[in-house]
């Protein structure tokens, strides 16, 4: 099955300052974890390669206020860091590679959408599913995956798609922009009470969360998501699939405290290849979230990878 992976080598050009001592969890290692991981397992030479280009202003302000799009160009800095706000900062390439990182998902979906039974990975950083309508928070600067939603939507004229969370993280940044969009169906599974401490509730009707405490192991997990998720998918009937691949929720990831381990991330990508072939031709985007242990995220990263090319 055609995958394409959608990348950049300036992605490794965004850095987040050391915490006590300590590298930031989100750094650039993430991204040589999962292409090392994709080439040792022999499957990056089957991968089409995309390079990811920059999002435009007109991209990212289909999912964020023209407002804040102009304060993140304002604000990013020529030398030094500058901080956000709720762990999220900037250098002097952070612009660039946030840029790239909504830009992905852009080019995913064009490519996807350009034939059927195509799927996509954006193997990208920073994440994107924090940052709201008109803040960033959580590491996260754009929303990559709600810019990808919208741009399927507003031009190539889809009029349904359906957003998968499997973070360990509420996408709290994706519900702000997506609530209330009926043409879009979003489904997040996530630890809670937890990081950022939202979503359990919604007052969206095209909002379906799947709450769970600490400790969820994997077979707890694939039950609750298949009884949350599985029907509400196959009745918005999406043209597209996106998805928010966070793999934080492995066993020995700290970020959290789930159970999940590799065939978890398997499974749920092969449940939502089959989702996708019965009203969107098969397409799948996926565009990379969290996952911070290095070794569970290459290997949990490469077997859903593995996933989208074999279902």
């Not at 915490?19 to 974890?33: F, I, K, Q, T």
């Amino acid at each position: 099955m055609p995958v394409a992976l959608v990348s950049h080598p300036d992605c490794e050009l965004h850095d987040n300052p050391s915490v006590g001592g300590y590298r930031h969890p989100e750094n650039p290692s993430r991204l040589a974890a999962i292409h090392d991981q994709l080439i040792a397992q022999g499957v990056e030479p089957w991968l089409f390669p995309i390079q990811a280009p920059e999002a435009t202003r007109e991209d990212l302000r289909l999912a964020h206020s023209a407002d804040y799009v102009d304060s993140i160009f304002r604000r990013a800095p020529e030398k030094g860091t500058v901080d956000l706000g709720d762990d999220t900062r900037m250098n002097p390439h952070s612009l660039h590679v946030a840029r790239l990182a909504a830009g992905s998902g852009v080019a995913a979906v064009e490519w996807v959408l350009d034939g059927a039974d195509r799927r996509a990975f954006c193997a990208v950083r920073p994440p994107g599913h924090h940052a709201v309508r008109n803040r960033s928070a959580g590491f996260c600067i754009f929303n990559n995956v709600a810019v990808a939603a919208r741009h399927a939507l507003e031009r190539h004229g889809l009029s349904r798609v359906a957003i998968v969370d499997f973070d360990v993280h509420h996408g709290d940044g994706t519900e702000d922009i997506v609530a209330g969009d009926e043409r879009i169906l979003f489904c997040s599974s996530f630890q809670h009470p937890f990081y950022p401490y939202s979503g359990s509730t919604s007052g969206a009707a095209n909002v379906q969360p799947v709450p769970l405490p600490a400790a969820t192991d994997g077979p707890t997990w694939r039950e609750a998501v298949a009884e949350g998720w599985f029907e509400r998918i196959r009745a918005h009937r999406p043209e597209l699939i996106l998805v928010s691949a966070g793999f934080d929720g492995h066993l020995l990831d700290d970020m959290a405290s789930f159970g999940l381990v590799e065939d978890d991330y398997h499974w749920i990508t092969e449940r939502l290849v089959a989702l996708a072939d019965e009203s969107a031709d098969g397409r799948v985007v996926s565009i990379l979230e969290g996952g911070y242990e290095l070794h569970a995220l290459g290997r949990s990263a490469c077997m859903h990878v593995q996933a989208l090319m074999d279902s």
